[in-house]
């Protein structure tokens, strides 16, 4: 099982703040997650429908979408971020 986190926007579109999956051997890099994720239903398709711009961290520390997943305790989904 690995542990979802999702941030902002995306946490309200998915509806959820937080989820426990059991991911399919396929999904090996965050880009297969965010591919499986549009799966799930139609909350995750809306909040997960411009994957280029979600930002992903794997135990709080930001990756790139074709880091692996394998081990990760924590991923969380985030919208994009602005700084100030």
Not at 32 to 42: A, C, F, N, R, V
Not at 53 to 81: K, L, S, T, Y
Request: aromatic content about 8%.
């Amino acid at each position: 099982m690995t542990k979802l986190v999702y941030f902002a926007w995306v946490r309200e579109r998915i509806g959820k703040p937080e989820e426990d999956l059991d991911l399919p051997e396929g999904v090996v890099t965050v880009a297969d997650l965010l591919s499986h994720l549009k799966t799930l239903g139609e909350e995750y398709e809306n909040a997960l429908q411009f994957p280029d711009v979600i930002r992903v961290a794997i135990n709080q520390e930001h990756v790139e979408h074709d880091e692996p997943i394998a081990g990760a305790r924590e991923i969380g989904v985030f919208p994009p971020m602005t700084g100030g």
